[in-house]
């Protein structure tokens, strides 16, 4: 089976790329939405998408039309039913016309996942539109694993959007125009979402994580330096250290990120992020600035995280302060570039 898959957006396609995995099919994630608006969102679910499938090693194909005038023109004369009448059948007519040119032979959707959309609707256009271009249409009802996607996406760090797509539902979404989604089977029941991530501030024997630690920071004598008089944090993932925080304070303004290392099986998954913002909400009432020392590859992360004012560099840190040569990735460390975010007004 060679499987496109339609994707909305990446919080989305969480639960159906993990499920399809389970069985064995690698989709290729296809982005095609001209109905999402304004362009301020559409550009930040495909670029949430593009970064989200990059993490994960999932090819992905990315056609962009921003098509607001074509939507306008499709759907003005019936509101009531452009998801049915419009939103879902170019996109997944788009979607089977790309797979019947490039070698596919099976599409499905991530329109599947949501209880808010017409599951049986989209069921019935994708088994038409396939048949039309001589493909198959691989259907699995991923509405179950709904709220575990969501979690998941959550976790993660993705960007989730609070309405539907088009400027229609955004309308609905600031005038509190009521909503019912459609009727759920009898008997459909969600997925329970099971809740594994924790951080707790570790007050004692902060030493058995020093293994972890000399990960980021290769001294053990500059590790106990700042670990004695630091606070530690921990993420545990199903009870397991995942990722590792310490802080120092340097004055009654500023905490300093001295050291932050996620175990390398959870890499690539979003627990950085979280123990950051975690990091962030615990100290924005004490502290105005938080600062972090880092070397030139790791910048661009560290801006995204809105560690986005520059302060100082020192020099020759790394040649200064470690018997050993320190690398990281390909680049040699030589200067400790600090940056810095303003905690009173995130």
């Known amino acids: 089976m060679k499987l496109l898959m339609h994707t909305c957006c990446a919080p989305c396609s969480v639960y159906c790329i993990e499920e399809l995995r389970v069985e064995g099919i690698e989709p290729t994630v296809y982005w095609y939405n001209p109905n999402i608006h304004p362009y301020t969102e559409y550009k930040a679910r495909r670029d949430c998408l593009k970064e989200y499938t990059k993490n994960i090693n999932v090819e992905a194909i990315f ?33 089977a016309k790309y797979a019947k040119e490039h070698g596919f032979d099976t599409i499905t959707t991530t329109l599947l996942v949501s209880p808010y959309q017409k599951h049986d609707i989209i069921k019935r256009l994708a ?4 048949k039309k271009y001589g493909l198959k249409f691989l259907y699995r009802d991923f509405r179950v694993g709904f ?9 993660l760090g993705l960007y989730i959007q609070k309405y539907c797509g088009c400027i229609f539902s955004e309308r609905g979404r600031y005038l509190g125009e009521d909503f019912l989604p459609p009727k759920l089977p009898e008997d459909f029941e969600f997925l329970p979402v099971k809740h594994s991530i924790n951080i707790k501030k570790e007050r004692d024997n902060k030493e058995q994580y020093l293994e972890l630690l000399l990960e980021a920071d290769p001294s053990k004598e ?16 199903d009870d397991e250290p995942a990722c590792i925080a310490v802080t120092i304070k340097i004055d009654d303004d500023t905490i300093e990120l001295k050291n932050i290392v996620t175990k390398e099986n959870y890499r690539e998954k979003g627990f950085a992020k979280k123990m950051i913002k975690y990091l962030v909400d615990n100290y924005k009432t004490r502290y105005k600035k938080m600062i972090v020392g880092t070397t030139e590859n790791n910048i661009p992360f560290y801006v995204k995280q809105a560690f986005d004012k520059y302060e100082k560099t020192i020099k020759n840190y790394f040649v200064d302060n ?7 990735g390909n680049l040699i460390c030589t200067d400790l570039i600090y940056y810095s975010r303003d905690l009173k007004n995130n």
Request: charged share 35%; hydrophobic share 30%; net charge negative.
């Open 63 to 95: 056609e962009d039309n921003y098509g607001l005038d074509e939507f306008c023109k499709n759907v003005v004369c019936d509101l009531q039913n452009r998801c049915q009448d419009y939103c879902y059948p170019v996109r997944l007519e788009q979607t």
């Open 322 to 328: 470690y018997d050993k040569e320190i690398k990281d």
């Open 222 to 237: 500059m590790i106990n330096k700042y670990l004695s008089n630091g606070e530690l944090f921990v993420l545990t993932n």
């Open 147 to 155: 709220k575990v996607g969501q979690a998941r996406a959550r976790e």
């Open 127 to 130: 088994e038409e539109i396939a």
